[in-house]
């Protein structure tokens, strides 16, 4: 089997790596796009999905290519363009492309399962419900975020804020409270317990807490794959090693979570998302 693995990087919205294989089975042939978000924006992302890509493209024939983006508003882009042929996509960005991309899931991530959304004060701030929030300044995470944006803006609905400060990272939205520069912010708990005792002397409180589990984040088949071709790559990747798997953070045989209820938060929070760069934020 010859692989060929070009480690080009270039530095613009998106990174391209392309993986082929020319020994392999010959059910499928064409190009296989594989969308995934790099936060940090490093060069080891090649390294966690070079065997993932170079098995995917030797039992499918097909050239491989990982395009990762730094940001959810990137990737709603590479959504919307039907451009990626596979998502490794968190829960939030996960039921925009459901909803609204035809995106089918096929496995649920690694994560954790539990997950719920909080929104986080001071200690010694007094509120004491999310009402005392009115006329304040609060700081969310960006789109795409289940636990900072659209379970936070759901929560919300019906108040209104002087403003809200777009964090870029859950740790960033924490330094905003603890400097006085918003009043509360919303991130998970398991977030909270991270990177609030890196932020001392300051001390957290949890304000409110939804009540409702955020489902893990699912891999997903495009529309751009023909039918017979997305059940083929299902049992490759059902079939894969399970250390391979893991590496880049799937479960072959796990149960796609339910994403009803995430879908129609996503669906309330985009009828006001036009708003939320005002100030006054009016969320209704």
Not at 12 to 23: D, R, S, Y
Not at 253 to 281: A, E, F, H, T
Request: with cysteine; net charge positive; proline share 7%.
């Amino acid at each position: 089997m010859f692989v060929r693995f070009p480690r080009r990087l270039f530095m613009f919205h998106l990174l391209g790596f392309t993986f082929a294989a020319c020994q392999s089975p010959k059910e499928f042939e064409g190009n296989l796009t594989v969308g995934v978000i790099n936060y940090g924006g490093g060069e080891q992302i090649i390294n966690q999905y070079a065997k993932f890509n170079s098995y995917l493209g030797e039992k499918t024939n097909a050239y491989i290519q990982l395009e990762p983006v730094f940001n959810e508003n990137r990737a709603i882009e590479r959504l919307q363009a039907r451009a990626w042929s596979l998502v490794f996509a968190p829960p939030g960005l996960a039921a925009i492309a459901i909803a609204h991309y035809q995106y089918v899931p096929l496995f649920p991530l690694i994560g954790i399962s539990n997950l719920r959304s909080i929104f986080v004060v001071r200690k010694d701030n007094p509120i004491s419900d999310l009402k005392q929030l009115e006329g304040k300044i609060v700081a969310l995470g960006q789109l795409g975020s289940a636990t900072g944006y659209y379970f936070p803006l759901y929560n919300l609905y019906g108040t209104t804020l002087a403003q809200i400060l777009f964090a870029p990272t859950p740790k960033a939205a924490l330094e905003l409270v603890a400097q006085g520069k918003a009043i509360a912010c919303a991130v998970s708990e398991a977030e909270l317990s991270v990177y609030g005792s890196q932020l001392t002397p300051t001390e957290f409180r949890i304000l409110f807490k939804d009540p409702h589990y955020v489902p893990l984040g699912v891999v997903l088949i495009g529309p751009n794959v023909e039918r017979n071709r997305q059940e083929f790559i299902r049992k490759v990747m059902s079939d894969s090693p399970s250390d391979l798997a893991q590496e880049v953070g799937y479960v072959p045989n796990g149960q796609i979570p339910d994403y009803k209820y995430m879908i129609s938060l996503v669906d309330r929070v985009s009828s006001i998302s036009s708003k939320l760069q005002k100030k006054p934020v009016r969320l209704f």
